[in-house]
C-alpha cells in the first residue's frame, strides 16, 4: 500500500477508515524513521484541523524531534514539561484547547492554539514517544481525536523501536 483514501465526512469515521490502511502501509517495513514518517502523512491526510503533526521519541530521558509535517519544531523536551513532556511523563493523552491556558506550554509555533498528544506505549507498558498534533483553531481537538488517535498510538507501539 502507497497512499491512503478516506472517504467519510466526519472526523470518527475518518479515524475509523484510516487504521486498518495505516496498518497496510507499516506491514512489513522495519525501518521505524519511514514508518513513523509514512504515519505523520496519513495522519496529515485525516486530521484537517491539524497545522502539525509528528513524533517526540524518548531518548536518553528527554523527548527528542522525531518524523514530522509543519513548521520547525522544538528539538528536546524534558519530560513533565509542556504538553507533550507533561503527557509522556503522566503516560495519558492531553487535549488542550487553548494552549496559552497550559502552564508551561511551549510555543515552538507561536500561531498554535491547541494541541493533542498521545503517548506511544508498547505492550511491555514502556512509553516509547508520543504523538504531537498542533493546530491554528481554538479547541480543535476532542474526545473524537482521542478516541480515534488511541488505536493508532496502540499500532505505533508495536513497531520495533
Not at 497512499?3 to 502501509?25: F, M, N, T
Not at 507561536?110 to 504523538?131: C, K, Y
Request: aromatic letters at 6%.
Amino acid at each position: 500500500m502507497e497512499s491512503i483514501a478516506l472517504a467519510a465526512a466526519d472526523k470518527a469515521a475518518r479515524y475509523r477508515e484510516l487504521v486498518p490502511q495505516l496498518a497496510g502501509l507499516l506491514d512489513g517495513e522495519p525501518d521505524l524513521v519511514a514508518n513513523l514518517a509514512n504515519a505523520t502523512a496519513a495522519l496529515r491526510e485525516c486530521v484537517g484541523a491539524a497545522s502539525w503533526i509528528g513524533f517526540y521519541v524518548l531518548r536518553g530521558g528527554e523527548l527528542v524531534l522525531g518524523p514530522f509535517q509543519g513548521k520547525v519544531a522544538c528539538v528536546r523536551i524534558a519530560l513533565g514539561r509542556g504538553v507533550c513532556g507533561t503527557a509522556a511523563a503522566e503516560r495519558r493523552t492531553l487535549i488542550v484547547p487553548d494552549v496559552d491556558q497550559f502552564p508551561g506550554h511551549i510555543a515552538c509555533d507561536a500561531g498554535s492554539r491547541s494541541e493533542i498528544v498521545v503517548p506511544i506505549v508498547r505492550r511491555s507498558g514502556e512509553l516509547v514517544a508520543v504523538l504531537d498534533l498542533d493546530s491554528y483553531e481554538l479547541a480543535a481537538f476532542d474526545e473524537i481525536d482521542a478516541a480515534g488517535l488511541a488505536p493508532i498510538a496502540a499500532l505505533l507501539g508495536t513497531l520495533a523501536w
